[in-house]
């Protein structure tokens, strides 16, 4: 063997010995994670990963930034190739991978160049966008700024030494591939003039630096900010195929638990540390979160780099059992928490639940869950939440509506409507679940009047369960009281399994995330609707008949347990849309871009004491359209919008209204736009 391969066959062996153990690392410590069924349905994992690794979908949500990731990401898959033939050619004399014969080799050499300049061009791109644009999101650390250069410097340099040993390889006789290797050719001109025995040493130069640095490349990525090379593919593959809007309950009941939610690593799921390997700092997550903008200290992409650090911190310690700091003077590692010292209950605690983060995520990282589970260790450890949330909670206990009203006026809004009750009408077709702001709020008990009246307007036989509902348990499960919340769920499904309910429908996004998806798991199965599309059907059946109405503008606001959560955009435009005189105006953000309202995740209760208020954020937005009319479908939503057109003044000529309102009143022949 030449002794090019046996010094190249040393290098590779030292290699990938380094590389196997750093992995072998990054494994061991993801043992430190809880334990978590991830390898259920493997077809839709399949699918994920297609779509959202390799496809790209999420990440050319955005088109300039989106792009520039999918050439490098798509040039590297397609350039592996041209690793392999590399690696392999140092193995194996002469070898090529022309003796593969799956594709014509003239195919595959013009991919790999064509691939290649895409990648010169992503990286090109990235570098202008990192030093001369500077996205807010793209402003990090010196250490993580140091590290994305290197990176991009490093895939330059590969890039450019492959096509280098291209050119210089097709002047020493290789068969003619300039057509094929249409990238390399136009260096050609650079080493045309030289002698044979310069060009072979420009050739071996250019072979070694590619070669050298693929290897280098790969040693440095498990100790890289970039890990998500790695690990991206993985993490899709392991996305929680749960339902979205779903938390995972916690077992209260076990004897062997003596902790509850999570207050450092050890506490997380090996899946949640994995999130924290993947974690592409790109910001995405920060730039759509609604706490962020609005000035609050929460950090989405920050939640998860903590993780990712701490687990770095504690993981080496607790795989090798160690018990004290491994550097005289320092603080025992082990005396500290992800809690506390590295996230805050501040930042918690501003999170609204809304789900943008890990709607923009475009590696499917969990956020939420984690904020959740930290929230739980809380409330559930500690007893500590926000001041004004102790109300919330007693009054739970006591009237099973997060407000101070008595569960006796559950039902007073529908005296006079002639609704029945579900015990004195078994044979119902629908349950009308009320939630509570539908039955104590003075403006939303109009909602439910509304949609009442339009269901008995088209002859639809239901029943409400009257002073039998409470709470689903949605507020205090989203702001950390897990005992609390099962509490009113396990309540609830016993009503409901004891009169054989089967269908319901709910005007509350909140409620109705929690029957459809989060009540299965403790023995609540039904066939959940949301009052939009309950109300759309019934339009395109006939069996409401729309007025011409006056002439009005509505811009519609999506709510996230609506939208983002249960992916129901459409049925609410749709209705607006068949309502004559009616023009729908879409704010900037809007459908799964939406803006969040505030109120998610239990700060409907909680005051807003950092920055800007989300509901004026958001109102703003709204206003910006021109409308008469703010169209909602949740109650919260409702609340925030109302709220803000009162702080801007603008109540007066603008409007708030529940699809069922505006429906109902389109019906009657009433002016949209009127109060």
Known sequence: MPIKNIAFLAVFLVSMGLFAFSVRRLAVMLKVGKPDDRFDHPIRRLWSVLSVALGQTKILREPVAGLMHAFIFWGFVVLLTAVVESILEGLIPGFSLTVIGIVP???????????????????SIALYRRYVVRPKRLELDLHSKIDAT???????LIMVSMLGQN????????????????????????????????????????????????LAFLNYLPYSKHLHILTSVPNVYFTSHRPKGALKPLNLEAESV?????????????????????????????????????????????????????????????VAGAAEAVTAGEQNPLEKTLLHNYITPQELWACTTCMACVQECPVNIEHVDAIVDMRRNLVLMESAFPPEVQTVFRNLENNFTPWAFGASSRADWAEGMEIPRIADTPDAEVLFWVGCA????????????????????AGIKFAILGTEEKCTGDPARRIGNEYLAQILIKDNVQT??????????????????????????????????????????????????????????????DSCYLGRYNQIYDSPRETLRAIPGLELAEMKRSRSRGLCCGAGGGRMWMEEKEGKRVNIERTEEALNTKPDVIGTACPFCMTMMTDGLKAKEASESVKVKDIAEILYEAAQGESVSSS
Request: charged share 20%.
């Open 150 to 156: 290197a990176i991009l410097l490093a895939i330059l």
């Open 496 to 557: 409901l399994n004891n009169y054989k309910i089967r269908k319901i429908v709910t005007t509350c996004p909140h409620c109705f995330n929690s029957l459809m998806n989060e009540y299965p798991d403790f023995g609540g199965k039904y066939e959940v609707v949301h009052h939009t599309d309950f109300l759309l059907n019934l339009v395109n059946e006939g069996r409401i008949r729309i007025s011409p109405a006056q002439k009005a503008k509505i811009t519609y606001h």
């Open 105 to 123: 080799y003239e195919i595959l050499a013009a991919l790999q160049d064509g691939f290649a300049a895409l990648v010169v061009l992503g990286v």
């Open 438 to 457: 539908g039955s104590y709020d003075t403006r939303y008990k109009k909602v439910t009047q509304a949609f009442a009246a339009l269901m008995k307007m």
């Open 258 to 318: 003596e902790k509850f939610g999570v207050s450092d690593v050890d506490d997380l799921t090996w899946k949640q540390l994995l999130d924290g390997y993947t974690c592409t700092e790109c910001g995405r997550c920060t730039d759509s979160c609604p706490a962020n903008l609005t000035g609050k200290m929460l950090s989405p992409r920050k939640i998860i780099m903590d993780i990712r650090d701490r687990t770095f911190e504690k993981g080496p310690l607790l």
């Open 167 to 214: 050119a210089t390889r097709m002047l020493m006789g290789e068969p003619d591939l300039a057509q094929a290797r249409f990238v390399s050719a136009i260096t050609i001109p650079l080493f045309s003039s030289l002698e044979p025995e310069v060009l072979s040493v420009w050739f071996e130069f250019f072979w070694w630096t590619h070669s050298v640095l693929v």
